[in-house]
Every structure is written in structure tokens, then in C-alpha cells.
Nanobody, 123 residues
Framework: VQLQASGGGLVQSGGSLRLSCAAS????????IGWFRQASGKAREGVSV????????YYSESVKGRFTISGDTAKNTVYLQMNSLEPEDTAVYYC?????????????????WGQGTLVTVSS
């Protein structure tokens, strides 16, 4: 099971980016996938989760209404469309498999973190 995050970059406040999480070695429909992020000097936090088998989704309060998670089972890829980006969204973003349960984010990571992809939002 391997997931590779990509698509990060530098964007101005108010701008948009789309992150990709490509899966290899397994089919997305058989797992629940989550995006997490870690800003410099801060703890990693959950951002959004999708269960591709039924497209059910979950968002943290900090990104709800701005970010959209989606899955393309044909491409075996999960996307995170990020709009209205703010400097506070600056972080390394990771994707991994998750299971339900945990606080304050109600999902817990199961897989490895990988290298992640850096998103930098300038003010």
C-alpha cells in the first residue's frame, strides 16, 4: 500500500491549488483516505477524509467550505481542491489511509506519512 501526495506550491492568499494523492498497490475503493497537514512548529492535524466506495466525506472546521475532497477510482487518485487559501493553510500536506476514531479529528492515520507536498500561501 503506497500513497504519494503531489501538487503543492506557492500561491497568494485567496488563490487555489489542487493536491493529488496517487495510490499504488491497492484500489482506492477498499480504503478510506485522509489528508493531514503539518505546519512548521505545530502538530499534524487532520484536514479531510473520503471513503471512495460511497463518496462520503468529512472536513475539519478550519477548511470546511473552502476545500473539496474527491476520488477518481479509474485513476486510483484522491484530490484535494483548495480554494480561498489563507497563510494559515501553509503546511506540508500528507495523505494516508485512515480508520474512524480519534480526537479532535475523528479519524486516525493507518499508513505511513511519506514525504508529503509543501503548500505555501503568501499574504
Amino acid at each position: 500500500v503506497q500513497l504519494q501526495a503531489s501538487g503543492g506550491g506557492l500561491v497568494q492568499s485567496g488563490g487555489s491549488l489542487r493536491l493529488s494523492c496517487a495510490a499504488s498497490g491497492f484500489k482506492l475503493g477498499s480504503h478510506t483516505i485522509g489528508w493531514f497537514r503539518q505546519a512548521s512548529g505545530k502538530a499534524r492535524e487532520g484536514v479531510s477524509v473520503i471513503r471512495p466506495s460511497d463518496n462520503s466525506t468529512y472536513y475539519s472546521e478550519s477548511v470546511k467550505g473552502r476545500f473539496t475532497i474527491s476520488g477518481d477510482t479509474a485513476k486510483n487518485t484522491v484530490y484535494l481542491q483548495m480554494n480561498s487559501l489563507e497563510p494559515e493553510d501553509t503546511a506540508v500536506y500528507y495523505c494516508t489511509t485512515v480508520r474512524a476514531g480519534g480526537r479532535p479529528f475523528p479519524f486516525t492515520a493507518l499508513g505511513s506519512w511519506g514525504q508529503g507536498t509543501l503548500v505555501t500561501v503568501s499574504s
